[in-house]
């Protein structure tokens, strides 16, 4: 979110749906909303509840009148004005360009400030600092 954003968020808040054998700690069902000093405004969703067959994870952004959806990292969905689908027989989910960009920064110097390199963590442990405070009622 942070890298589609451009930017770290200034406000995250978190909300689950907790079972009675569940915590905070365990279970698998949340919501994070995160909100941009850009206006931009994101949603990150995880369940466990989905269909078996769903698509496991989707990147959807509105942005101008155009929706661009990234389903399961194989198919780009671009609506709006020009209409156009992208597929891919592979999903690449950048994992082999992360640990390549990874030992090329190790070998000529980090070209990522580390603010950015810890944004997505701090918006994780402020987003789990929500959850704690929804089931205190707070």
């Known amino acids: 979110?942070?890298?589609?954003?451009?930017?770290?968020?200034?406000?995250?808040?978190?909300?689950?749906?907790?079972?009675?054998?569940?915590?905070?700690?365990?279970?698998?069902?949340?919501?994070?909303?995160l909100e941009y000093k850009n206006r931009a405004l994101g949603t990150v969703m995880y369940t466990s509840y989905a269909?078996?067959?769903?698509?496991?994870?989707?990147?959807?952004?509105?942005?101008?009148?155009?929706?661009?959806?990234?389903d399961v990292f194989k198919k780009l969905l671009i609506r709006g004005g020009v209409k156009k689908t992208h597929r891919s027989r592979f999903a690449d989910m950048g994992h082999r360009a992360e640990l390549d960009h990874f030992a090329v920064s190790i070998k000529r110097g980090f070209d990522i400030?580390?603010?950015?390199?810890?944004?997505?963590?701090?918006?994780?442990l402020q987003a789990m600092d929500s959850l704690k405070n929804e089931k205190k009622g707070l």
């Open 113 to 124: 400030q580390p603010p950015n390199l810890l944004a997505a963590s701090r918006a994780s």
């Open 51 to 70: 269909a078996p067959g769903s698509s496991r994870e989707k990147i959807t952004v509105y942005q101008g009148k155009q929706t661009m959806v990234i």
């Open 1 to 33: 979110m942070n890298f589609l954003a451009g930017e770290s968020p200034t406000r995250i808040t978190a909300r689950c749906i907790l079972q009675e054998s569940e915590t905070i700690h365990s279970q698998f069902n949340f919501m994070v909303n």
